[in-house]
């Protein structure tokens, strides 16, 4: 209820992410003003016309803007109370090969974000972060690492005013660029293509993720990094629940690729607190509050050398799970297949 009756951005608000936030907070916290800020003008159009119309929906704003453009982030902040900032690089393969973009965006746009954020006086800023943040092994991953730590230390930079914290979740269903979609288009040539039959992947929903950072407005005193507990898959798994039908075909691990993912490495383990439904990692230090965050005293504290990784996660969905989930979450691929490839087998 905190985002209810207030001013609110959305970095990256016409991406997957970004829509399934705005359908949330319409229905059940409306705000009196949403920015969608995005540079693709292309979606802003296609978001205004599915549903998110400003005659629908008139404290909807349309900002079309790259959040490396620092002036017009100030500009879209003006009286904002809230931003979530989730606009990033977000293809590892992509940043593999065009590093300086993703350094530009990730870092640099989350430079610009803190700036105006602060020098707008907004109240409380939540990034996405990722699982490949922790113990990065590619460069998305290093970047959204930096990233976690701009934001962690901007508290510091902020004095006490803007408040800022980071929510690290793992591979998101149905969302675009992600396996679920790409193995229902490759259904239809009769042969999926997997990187390793062993790779172990976290998975969450859009409105689970969606709800996650939410919930962290509410949570938050800054410097926290938000991490919920989530189901593991493998990827042999995703195939068999998608096309059982179908041949696989191994190809190897992709450039910058991990076989298992990680989203509370060992070294991070001795500021984490445990709960029943999460994990907080605190600031190593929060100078900039002498304030004991609420959540301290109903949380535990892990043990050293603890990690949650998706290959020693206590949780697992099995196939039958998680071909329903992807039945209710992601109930048919992206754009067709061109007709050559589809008959290629």
């Not at 090969?97 to 907004?122: L, S």
């Not at 892990?302 to 992807?326: D, H, K």
Request: hydrophobic share 40%; charged share 20%.
């Amino acid at each position: 209820m905190m985002l209810k009756d207030r001013h609110v951005l959305i970095t990256g608000g016409t991406g997957s992410f970004g829509k399934k936030c705005a359908e949330i907070l319409l229905k059940e916290f409306p705000p009196k003003r949403l920015v969608i800020f995005s540079r693709d003008e292309q979606k802003h159009v296609n978001m205004a016309r599915n549903g998110f119309a400003t005659s629908k929906y008139p404290q909807i704003r349309y900002f079309v803007g790259d959040v490396r453009d620092e002036a017009r982030l100030r500009r879209a902040m003006r009286g904002i109370d809230f931003v979530i900032h989730a606009a990033a690089m977000k293809h590892v393969d992509i940043a593999e090969y065009n590093p300086q973009e993703c350094i530009r965006t990730n870092i640099g746009g989350a430079e610009n974000v803190i700036n105006a954020a602060i020098d707008n006086g907004v109240q409380k800023v939540v990034a996405l972060s990722t699982d490949k943040a922790a113990a990065p092994v590619n460069l998305y991953g290093a970047t959204k690492l930096c990233s976690d730590k701009l934001f962690v230390a901007a508290n510091a930079i902020a004095g006490g005013g803007t408040r800022f914290a980071a929510v690290r979740y793992g591979n998101v269903v149905g969302s675009n660029g992600s396996v679920i979609p790409f193995f229902q288009n490759q259904r239809q040539t009769g042969e999926l293509t997997i990187t390793s039959p062993e790779m172990t992947r976290f998975v969450i929903t859009l409105d689970q993720g969606v709800r996650f950072v939410l919930d962290a407005f509410k949570r938050m005193i800054g410097g926290e990094i938000f991490v919920p507990k989530i189901p593991s898959v493998t990827i042999n798994d995703i195939a068999e629940a998608i096309a059982p039908e179908c041949k696989t075909r191994v190809i190897g691990i992709r450039p910058g690729e991990k076989l298992h993912e990680c989203m509370i490495p060992p070294d991070e383990a001795r500021q984490t607190i445990e709960f029943d439904d999460s994990f907080i990692v605190q600031p190593a230090t929060r100078s900039w509050s002498n304030e004991v965050p609420d959540y301290v005293v109903h949380g535990r504290p892990c043990p050293a050398g603890f990690s949650y990784s998706s290959e020693t996660n206590a949780q697992w969905l099995s196939v039958v799970q998680l071909r329903q989930m992807i039945a209710e979450h992601c109930p048919s691929g992206e754009e067709p297949l061109p007709f050559a490839v589809r008959h290629a087998a």
